[in-house]
Structures are given as C-alpha cells and as structure tokens.
C-alpha cells in the first residue's frame, strides 16, 4: 500500500486537518516570499538612490576642485582628486564610526 492509499485510509476528519495544515504552510511560504520580495526591492531601490546620489556629489566636488586647481594637467587633477577624496572618505567613515559605537553603547 503506497501512501496516496494510505492517506486515504485515515479518518476524514484528519486528512481534512492535514490538508489544512498544508494550505496554511503554503499561505505562509508565499507571504513570507512576498515579505522578502518586498524587502529585497526595496533594498535594491534604496542603494540605486545612494549611487545616484553619491554619483552627483562626485560630479559636484570634480566642479568645485576644477575650480580651484585649474592649472594642473589632467592627469594629477586626477591623481590629486582622488587622494583627497579617498582621504575624505576615511576621515569621514571614523568619525561617522565612531558616532555610531557611541549611540550603540549608550
């Protein structure tokens, strides 16, 4: 006797049970798919913002700089750009750091 036989063998009353056990769990799959679907979007629409966003601040500060050091070639326009930013950067990403361990310890 294979289990589809079985399974018709038992007390109506249970399989009726287990089929709706089964229908709940496969509710709960699909809406906590549709949760991570969700979240998973958003995430990814968020971080298009922060790349939009970092990319016209990258164009703004290239403005600012060309401003100021406009007699180099280009290519140490670059090269000094670059570090500064990247300098920038890390002075940033400690002191945010930094901020951050604060409020987590309070």
């Not at 009726?16 to 809406?31: G, H, N, Y």
């Not at 549709?34 to 500060?61: C, H, P, Q």
């Not at 403005?63 to 002075?91: M, P, R, W």
């Amino acid at each position: 006797m294979n289990s589809d036989e079985q399974f018709k063998n038992v007390n109506p009353d249970i399989r009726d049970f287990s089929e709706q056990v089964e229908k709940l769990l496969r509710t709960r799959e699909i809406a906590k798919f549709r949760t991570n679907f969700i979240e998973k979007i958003t995430i990814l629409v968020i971080s298009a913002f922060g790349l939009i966003s970092a990319l016209a601040w990258d164009e703004a500060f290239k403005a600012l700089f060309n401003e100021f050091f406009h007699n180099l070639t280009v290519l140490q326009e670059k090269f000094l750009y670059a570090g500064t930013i990247t300098i920038l950067a890390v002075i940033l990403s400690i002191v945010l750091s930094k901020l951050i361990l604060n409020e987590t310890s309070n």
